[in-house]
């Protein structure tokens, strides 16, 4: 596993103004998703669509963070907005990404850690089966085996897996760790795999990316 940072700035983003791009979204749909009676939107931190064209969506239990709470954070939507699964209920903190991989199967990530939860990357099957879990739970650290805010992750085609933060962690299917170095806090998220596995850091400041191949 290769892991490469090539860092660019995005001037002509920064000069563009936002009001001056064409709008794609002509309609608004009010309360597309259908939760379940009493439940309310919290904060949504990750969203995802698999090969059924199915909506995942990774939101912190009603609120902004899922500490103490009982409700279910991964939702799975048909394009109608009707609810067809949920799971994950009292396992997150601060829930902070999604990704759908090319099997179908769910990653997230936990960004702060809290009571022996939290500070992981967890993959799941379509049924909520945990497959695979990366980091110590609860536990922050720079070690291979631990997370420090890990804020997103991506899956390559070949299975190999990266997410984000004060470093951003490759780990191969075959579990060695890698690191690309990142500036400290700056990371927020990670996205963009491509034919070619090249994926985008999206930094806090500057309109910064750092482009990296896994």
Same mark, same amino acid.
Not at 138 to 145: C, F, L, R, W
């Given at each position: 596993m290769l892991?490469?940072?090539? &860092?660019? %700035?995005? $001037?002509? &983003?920064?000069? +563009?103004?936002?009001?001056?791009? !064409?709008? !794609?979204? +002509? #309609? +608004? @749909?009010? $309360?597309? &998703? #259908?939760?379940?009676? *009493? $439940? %309310?939107? *919290?904060? /949504? /931190?990750? @969203?995802? %669509?698999?090969? #059924?064209?199915? @909506?995942? @969506?990774?939101? $912190? =239990?009603?609120?902004?963070? =899922?500490?103490?709470?009982d409700e279910s954070p991964i939702l799975e939507f048909d394009p109608s907005g009707r609810l067809l699964t949920s799971f994950g209920a009292g396992m997150f903190i601060f829930p902070h990404s999604l990704f759908v991989d090319k099997d179908d199967n769910i990653w997230v990530s936990d960004a702060t850690g809290q009571d022996g939860k939290g500070q992981q990357v967890i993959e799941f099957s379509p049924q909520g089966k945990i497959l695979l879990t990366l980091g110590k739970a609860? %536990?922050?650290?720079?070690? !291979?085996?631990t997370f420090n805010r890990p804020s997103g992750v991506v899956v390559a085609q070949d299975g190999d897996a990266g997410s984000p933060r004060e470093r951003a962690q490759g780990v191969a299917q075959s579990g060695e760790s890698r690191w690309i170095e990142v500036r400290k806090n700056a990371d927020h998220q990670i996205g963009g795999v491509d034919s070619f596995d090249l994926f985008l850091h999206m930094l806090r400041d500057g309109f910064r990316f750092d482009h990296s191949a896994l």
């Open positions: 892991l490469l940072s090539l &860092a660019f %700035v995005g $001037r002509a &983003a920064a000069q +563009t103004a936002p009001d001056s791009l !064409p709008d !794609p979204y +002509t #309609k +608004t @749909i009010e $309360r597309w &998703a #259908k939760l379940p009676e *009493g $439940r %309310v939107w *919290g904060s /949504a /931190a990750g @969203i995802s %669509v698999d090969s #059924k064209g199915d @909506i995942w @969506i990774f939101e $912190r =239990c009603s609120a902004n963070s =899922c500490a103490g709470s609860g %536990v922050a650290g720079d070690g !291979p085996d």
